[in-house]
Each structure stands twice: as structure tokens, then as C-alpha cells.
């Protein structure tokens, strides 16, 4: 037994819950957002006429939203586990009084329409883009001919959910499950699961800003999210008192066909992209490319493997499209019966098609693939 005049301690049988680890962060983050007005604007702005509402307020579950998303809990139910004990010091910091229950937020989160979250987004657009950023600090690559070019990325991910199984039979009701609001059957890839849900981003990849999210069942609209990333991205631009065509937008593969590419055009923004079929590798003018030794040749870091790449020139993607640039990869292909991820095998090559509307004369093929595989996007240069 160790005896020390200077120690006491003392003992309660009541429950003294500890403070959770993440709760100061909380509190920075609400002060922030309370002495920028953006609470405030939330409360005043963004509406959602619904039945049951009861007390609560959009203001009430963004509160919570941002708390969970802070705390990093496993769970929602872990979360309202965790903040039980101090609910009314959290919600005091974002100056409202009750927590709402759990079963609350779902029918919240059920009703919440498109009206009321057009509304968010354009308060997020208008309050943080430029929130604490200028022209001359968001960054920006610049090409061999000296123009500026800000650089955004948009990429569609899916996440595989998975379903338990369920009794069925002619005596049993019809299943419900919670996930087919949100879910639905989709290319899965190796994930393991039964149904899908889409997220698209759009990311200013200078100043790691996220400009959009967007969600959707299934394999999601690909087309409209896109049409709303691109209106985010413009939306950026006119903040900083940019062109759109200050813009160069990365996409994977998904975008890599003539409609889309239309689509980019119109928008007024140049773009690199993966194409989406090899039809292009017919063609006549690509044909004689490929008889002529390589433009430029790049090892790949991961692998060492050589791929040579090729300047394919200008090419309409379809009859009254607009011209596009293109530019063929080729490696060894791998011994037969091996797969590859990526391209497609023709004798002994496996031929890549990247598309974009970069100028020659300011994007060379190596500049425009290390572009593709976000490579260069945070130089200042290209050169």
C-alpha cells in the first residue's frame, strides 16, 4: 500500500458520464458557423412544409447531421447513445433547446424534397465558395502557352448494400425494406450486395473544396447529376469573376460518350475523359496515327510498364457533334487468358482513348494522361 498525504480521492455511486472526445470540436465548428450568420440564414431560408412536424425545425436536424458527421461514430444509434447525456448543452450551442429522437430524424429525412434542398445548396454556394479564398490563392495549372485553368473533378461512386433474407410466401405480406428509398438493383462491380446507391461529386482539386454531392438510386442519372455539377462548378467560376472556360473538368469512363461530351461542350468548360467505346480506333485518321512511331512514351510509377501514347488530332464524335481531341494509349497486352481491367485488347496491344477539348498547342498527350490519372492537377505548371 502506497500512502501519499497529497492524493485524494473521491468516490459517488452516481452515473458522470464522460464528455465525449468530439464534443469541442462541435462547439468550434457551431461558433464558426454562428458568428459567419450561416445558422441563422439556415434557419430564415430553408423550409420544409411537411405533416408531424411538431417542434422541430430544418435548423434542429442539421444540427444533429453535423454532430454525427463530426463525431465519426460507428452508427447513428451509437451517436444518440453518446450525446443523450449532454443534449441540451448541444443543442444550446447551436441555439435550440430538444434534440430530436432518432425516428424523427427519418421522417424528416424521408420528406425532405427537392424544393428544400435546392434551397441548402444555394446557401452552401453563396456562403462558402469564397469564404476565405481569393483569385489569386484557389490555386490553378497553368498551360505552355501561359493560360490559367482551374481544375475540378467529377466522380460517380457506388456503394453495394446488403439485404438480409426475408420469409416469403403466398400467406405473408408484401416485404418493406428501408433501403429501397434510397437504393436500387445496379452495376455493383466487386462489391458484394444486392442493391446500389450512386454519390457524384464535384471537387475543386486546388484548394480540396467539395463544390457538389449528389445522390441517387440505382446507378443514378448520371446525365442530370452531371448538368448539376457543372451549373456548381460555373457557379464557383462567377464567384471569383471567372469564365467557365477557366474550367477543366477530369471524368472516369462513365462520361466518355457523344452525348455527354455534348453536354460538356455546351456547358462551355474543357474536359478530359476516358472514352467510353473503341469505335474510334476504325477510324481512318486513327488508323494512320497508328502506323507511325508513338508521339511520346510514359512509365507508368506503380508498374514500370511502358505505355506509348499517340496524337490522334480532332475528330467529330458523330455527325453535327462538335469536334474532340483524341488521343490514343497503347501497352503490351498481358499473356492470354490473363483479364485486363481497363482497355481493350487488339493482337498483341491493349489499346486506352482519352477525350478532351485541351489546345494542342498548350496540353501535350503526356500533360493530358498525367491530367486523366490526377497527376499535375495541384502544379502550378504544366511546363
Not at 49 to 75: K, M, N, Q
Not at 210 to 237: C, D, F, H, K, M
Request: proline share 5%; glycine share 10%.
Amino acid at each position: 500500500m502506497i500512502s501519499n498525504p497529497c492524493i485524494e480521492v473521491q468516490t459517488t455511486s452516481e452515473n458522470r458520464f464522460s464528455v465525449p472526445a468530439w464534443f469541442a470540436e462541435v462547439a468550434i465548428i457551431a461558433g464558426y458557423l454562428e458568428k459567419k450568420g450561416q445558422l441563422e440564414a439556415f434557419a430564415h431560408l430553408v423550409r420544409l412544409v411537411r405533416g408531424r412536424f411538431g417542434t422541430y425545425e430544418p435548423i434542429d436536424f442539421l444540427a444533429l447531421l453535423i454532430g454525427y458527421a463530426i463525431s465519426g461514430e460507428r452508427t447513428l444509434a451509437d451517436f444518440f447513445e453518446r450525446v443523450e447525456p449532454f443534449e441540451s448543452a448541444f443543442m444550446a450551442l447551436f441555439g435550440r433547446r430538444c434534440l430530436p429522437h432518432r425516428s424523427s430524424l427519418s421522417r424528416f429525412l424521408a420528406d425532405v424534397d427537392l424544393s428544400c434542398l435546392e434551397a441548402f445548396r444555394a446557401l452552401f454556394e453563396q456562403q462558402t465558395f469564397a469564404d476565405g479564398w481569393t483569385s489569386e490563392t484557389i490555386g490553378g495549372i497553368f498551360d505552355r502557352q501561359g493560360r490559367r485553368y482551374l481544375v475540378f473533378d467529377v466522380d460517380a461512386t457506388r456503394q453495394a448494400a446488403r439485404q438480409r433474407a426475408l420469409p416469403c410466401g403466398p400467406e405473408l405480406p408484401t416485404a418493406k425494406r428501408r433501403l429501397d428509398g434510397v437504393c436500387a438493383p445496379g452495376y455493383r462491380g466487386r462489391k458484394r450486395g444486392e442493391m446500389v446507391r450512386t454519390r457524384t461529386t464535384a471537387l475543386q482539386m486546388h484548394t480540396r473544396q467539395w463544390v457538389g454531392t449528389y445522390g441517387g438510386r440505382g446507378n443514378g442519372a448520371y446525365r442530370g447529376e452531371l448538368a448539376s455539377a457543372l451549373r456548381a462548378i460555373t457557379t464557383y467560376l462567377k464567384h471569383f469573376a471567372f469564365p467557365p472556360e477557366m474550367a477543366l473538368v477530369r471524368l472516369d469512363g462513365q462520361y466518355g460518350d457523344a452525348t455527354v461530351i455534348a453536354q460538356l461542350i455546351l456547358a462551355g468548360v474543357y474536359f478530359v475523359t476516358r472514352g467510353r467505346g473503341y469505335l474510334l480506333l476504325e477510324h481512318p485518321q486513327i488508323q494512320r496515327v497508328l502506323a507511325h512511331p508513338p508521339t511520346a512514351s510514359v512509365t507508368r510509377m506503380n508498374t514500370g510498364q511502358v505505355v506509348e501514347l499517340f496524337e490522334g488530332g480532332w475528330l467529330e464524335l458523330g455527325e453535327g457533334l462538335p469536334q474532340v481531341r483524341v488521343i490514343v494509349a497503347r501497352h503490351p497486352a498481358p499473356a492470354p487468358g490473363k483479364d485486363i481491367a481497363v482497355g481493350k485488347r487488339v493482337g498483341e496491344w491493349v489499346y486506352e482513348l482519352f477525350l478532351t477539348t485541351l489546345p494542342i498547342d498548350g496540353f501535350l498527350v503526356e500533360d493530358v494522361l498525367d491530367l486523366y490519372h490526377g497527376r499535375g492537377a495541384g502544379d502550378r505548371s504544366a511546363r
